[in-house]
């Protein structure tokens, strides 16, 4: 939002406000979902099931696998109708169908991070994830920074 509002239009910012919101819904559902991975990889862990610890990790990767192919699609397929359904201002429908498209097209990678992350922390390590999200917070930062500039 920092960079949109340095070097965009009001209704930029209006479509980054309103892209968000609907990127944060998809994130907290897949956080969400993902948060039953780790309770029943602990579980497993404090039951010494290690045969099932095996099975829900495979399970868990190729079923977010799916749920973020799936997300993918909707949410390219139905963009027009997302920004209509979040009752868009007219002046900011482009901004906010093309940062919807551009986050969109990252599903996979949101979906990613959050089922590594919590099977990561139902193994114990809490760390990783946390150095993930501050690596990725300065690559989008520098790269924010760097893309902004040929606007």
């Known amino acids: 939002m920092f960079v949109v509002g340095q070097f965009g239009h009001t209704f930029d910012v209006s479509g980054v406000s309103i892209g968000s919101q609907t990127m944060s819904l998809i994130t907290n559902l897949v956080l969400g979902l993902t948060t039953g991975v780790t309770v029943l990889l602990r579980q497993c862990l404090g039951s010494k099931s290690y045969r099932d610890l095996s099975k829900i990790i495979g399970g868990a990767i190729v079923l977010f696998l799916i749920i973020a192919l799936g997300l993918t699609f909707v949410m390219l397929s139905f963009n027009n109708e997302i920004t209509f359904l979040m009752n868009t201002p007219k002046e900011a429908i482009e901004a906010t169908k093309s940062y919807l498209s551009i986050c969109s097209a990252g599903i996979i990678f ?40 040929g606007s």
């Not at 390590?125 to 520098?142: E, G, Q, R, Y």
């Open 110 to 149: 949101i979906v990613g991070y959050n089922v590594v992350s919590s099977i990561l922390r139902g193994l114990g390590d809490s760390k990783t994830p946390l150095l993930f999200v501050f690596i990725a917070c300065m690559i989008n930062i520098v790269f924010s920074r760097i893309f902004s500039y």
